[in-house]
């Protein structure tokens, strides 16, 4: 266990790519948290950095007590699971294994012993003699996590671990995963581009893009209160309603929707404005005045359905419960709670919160 | 499901199969039937009528011990060659693959002079060592070692070693990066983390997922020496001096074209095929079942 400290991480690729701009972040010991972000935001080239994979251009990487910048990913005292599970093909199971503590002459009786635990824990002790490419794509990501525990390193590395497996697969080796991480009192650093993921798996999430990092926070929070449009965007499934909106006095403000109260003790705002609102924080108004909807399509996923439409010319999507029938094309009354709307910097698409 | 088209009439894919077929009979098929006949022949000191001998001209290459000499050499040369083109080629290759790693289109275009200069190196090398005329021979005889392949034996075989290790080296370094680009950059990264040092990496895990490329290449080189060596043995040594240098391919040349002893040399010819025949069903098997992890 370890708390693992980044200040003011660079890195520049040779050849010129700036994946990582500038990244601070603490990860306190114990910690689950969890990197999420598109495609390409630097998450992986983070990680590597931390693991120790890829030098860092500028800034400094902590793990413990110890500046590890210029230490060897052998010395690190960490383990990461990669995403293809990068086993070693001409091993059996248990060597995949007992690879690292052969490498740091962990005596035979200790290896045996860690190994056997591991695949015990693991539900893997049946698959122990045979080569990795005999084994289900599930097995072969037990096989990489049980190589990370026999090691009983500092801190754990998860470059998205998950994604090459099919959904249903995906659901339990993500409880897995946490609940080993429970059980072994680790720091764990998981990526992922899979929001799904991140708010079921973090204590802490990380949300990165283009290189940076747009907010950190529990679950709960970065869903709650995004600090930016883009987090806003990028968390919830489907995304956030984003339109253009004009501050008419402090607690209104002028939307494609109409005219919509928001919080002004949570929000400072004035001129043009973002406003976002989620799906699910649109309902059906009770009587008949409310905003005018007319949904387009509807989308059902069993308990709640999607109704596709638009305010204006903005298309809008909502989310309600799935009783009842809608006619597409019908118009509808909506409401919106005033502490469901947010306001965003039109140019910075940071969040307008006090 | 199996793939398999099907056809009209039964004589198509016959017919299809039949230019590719006429090539294989004339070039290998018609040559290797005629030294096969030609080994059970013996003709008279004029050339002008042969016998059939049955196996005498086998009997009489068993029973003489100059030809147990050219296996040996054969062997020694075999040995050495392949050893040496195979190690530098794949501890060039190492290095090569540690500088280019991924670095996607590049890679091709850094290996194509790779490729190409050791070839065109290869014939330049017979001049260089040429030993009366040759740059290098001159200067290492005036550095004052005796350096003389045209009397010495065993410099004569250093020297077609030499050539021969030099021209073989392009080749194995293509197939070793090769193989060395297609292990996984993150398995490798897997054992960095996992505590192996670099050399234990390369001793553990890189050389053996390489091992069906070394496997192959063995038996790629092994044939090399024994068949493509020729013309530098020719050109540099003449399978001299005192036959220190005669190769087996060397000697079916020099009884055949020089000594006109045809029987012998087909029936050396018939020894070398079924040598070959051997080595290569022996590849087919290993490289399908053993080698491959
Ligand atoms: N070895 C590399 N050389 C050059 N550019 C790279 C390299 N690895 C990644 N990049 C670039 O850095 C950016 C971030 O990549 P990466 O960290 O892999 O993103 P993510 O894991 O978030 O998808 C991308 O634009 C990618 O093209
Ligand atoms: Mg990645």
Redesign the interface.
Known sequence: MATVELSSIRKVYPGGVEAVRDVSLVVPNGSFTVLLGPSGCGKSTLLRMI???ETTTSGECKIGERVVNEV???DRD???V???Y?????MSVYDNMA??LR??GTPKAEIDKRVREAASLLAIEDFLSR?PRALSGGQRQRVAMG?AIV?EPQVFLFDEPLSNLDAKLRVTMRLEIRRLHNRLNATSIFVTHDQVEAMTLADQVVVMNAGRIEQIGAPGEVYKHPASRFVASFIGAPAMNLMPGKIAEAGIVETPAGRLPYDKNRFHAAGEVEVGIRPEDIHAAGGADGILFTPELAEELGATRLLHGSFGDTPVIIAIPASGTVHEKKEMRLSIDPAAVHLFDKVTGRSLVR | MQKRAIFGSTSLPYLLLLPQLAVVAVFFYWPASQALWQSFLLEDAFGLSSTFVWFENYSELFADSGYYRTMMTTAVFAVMVAGLSLSLALLLAVQADKAIHGAGIYRTLLIWPYAVAPAVAGVLWIFMFQPSLGVVAQGIRSLGIAWNPLLNGNDALILVVLASTWKQISYNFLFFLAGLQSI?R??I?????????GT?RFW??IL??LSPTVFFLVVVNIVYVFFDTFGIIDAMTQGGPSKATETLVYKVFFDGRLGGNLGSSAAQSVILMILVVGLTAIQFRFIERRVA?
């Open positions: 693991a120790g994979l060897e990913p052998a960490i383990a990461m990669f995403q293809n990068a086993l070693y093909p001409h690879y690292g490498n740091r080569k190589r090691r | 996984p993150a398995v990264e897997a054992a960095a983390i996992d505590g192996a040092s234990r553990t895990i053996p997922l992890y």
